[in-house]
């Protein structure tokens, strides 16, 4: 299964909005796209922020302290990786993004993580 264009386009189309505006984390930064693992990741200066997922919905990146506060929220779960959860990592299913308010909410949660990093 490919991953969902038309939630791609989305996840772009956000990343450009975020772009043109002084209030959020992203501004100034490196936003790449990279095929892998049969979906489409979005890189933050070098680090993953979100991908849109083959299985649907999108991986998010957050700050390990918060995975478990964000596995509580609505149409969240793990990701899981050889069988493994991985912290700092959540699954947000495509039910929890049907909106551009929720998509929102998600990416700025991501990036807001991810924008504070060290360039790679």
Known sequence: MAYDADLANRVRELFAEFCA????????????????????????????????????GILGRCAVDDTEAILKKAHTGPMVMRG???RGWFRVDAEGLATKRQLRTWMQRCTS??????PK
């Open 113 to 118: 993580y991810t924008s504070g990093l060290d």
């Open 21 to 56: 505006r002084d209030d959020v984390a992203v501004t100034g930064s490196s936003i790449t796209e990279k095929a892998m693992f049969g979906g489409l990741g979005f890189m933050v200066n070098g680090h993953m922020t979100v991908a849109v997922s083959r299985e649907g």
């Open 84 to 86: 493994k959860e991985m």
